[in-house]
């Protein structure tokens, strides 16, 4: 019989022919965007469901569909898209490069160096994206709140003009803190976590490294583990970014550990994991989809190109 071919024997091995840096930060942002099309409506409701409890309003996924439609848990998809363009793009493609400028450097590449880099990567793509975070996040709850309350943009653009014009640029970031914190938690136990879990799948299941099967069940994995550590963050976050000056023209959030420190004494830490069966939907489809699409838009450009 004929020899495996070099492809082959590289797909057996994991190690796979590096590919141009464009290559691998377009890929990981088209990988992102597809990902968040299909998950889009779980992050919505989970938005929905962690900031209705602010305004002391029960979250009934059965009067959002009726007063809104499907279409109501789509509002924001192209800010989140805007954003996986950003975010995904250089959270998974830059922990790419820094984890193979380190194994250069250092002569291997272990876990430990897989979480310094996939924390790294995760903050400083998390603060680059946080425009299109505070959109998301503000166009997704928009229809659930009261109709004197409701903001009303018209779209991206239009969120990202007012937003400047009436609040200013630095409301953007208002919310940065607990976003990057929760990023760099997510490029350990999303990104970081994946890539090690290949490997341990390909040995525990006899798993060819980067195949359909391999990915799917290292993705599964890793997002189960990131969404159940991220999501106080996560609601955090939500709350920073969608929140609103009080009578006495105060926020009522200002910081992180004041955040979960104040919904934990009112609302018991459950209030922390407040939708977090369609946060881990999210999180778990949009693992799964995304790695399983970078990985084939990385095959098919392979096949073709290389």
Known sequence: PSPPSTHSQERMSGAEPP??????FATASLGGIG?????????SI???????????RPF????????????????????GCYRQLIYAGSRFG?????????????????FASRLVTGGSAGGIAAYLSCPMEVCVVRMSNDGSLPEAERRGYKGVGDAFRRIVKEEGATTFWRGSTPFVQR?????????????????????????????????????????????????????????MAGQKPGADGKLPYTGTLQTL?????GEGVKGLYKGYGAYYLRCGGHTVTMFVLVNLFRERYRAMLM
């Open 46 to 56: 989970a938005v929905r469901s962690s900031l209705a409890t602010t305004s002391g």
């Open 60 to 79: 009934s996924l059965s009067s959002v569909l009726a007063s809104e439609g499907v279409a109501g848990l789509y509002s924001g998809l192209g800010a």
């Open 19 to 24: 590919l141009p840096k464009a290559v691998t």
């Open 183 to 239: 990023a760099v938690m997510v490029g350990c136990f999303q990104v970081a976590t994946y890539d090690e879990l290949k490997g341990f799948y390909a040995g525990a299941l006899g798993q060819e490294k980067n195949t359909l099967p391999n990915v799917f069940c290292a993705a599964m994995t890793s997002g189960l583990i990131y969404s159940a550590v991220t999501m106080p963050l996560e609601a955090a976050k939500n709350r």
């Open 261 to 265: 420190a104040k919904v934990a004494r």
């Open 94 to 110: 830059l922990y790419e490069d820094f984890r193979d400028r380190l194994h250069s450097y250092r002569g291997t590449t272990d």
């Open 35 to 43: 990902g968040w099309c299909v998950v889009h409506p779980f992050n």
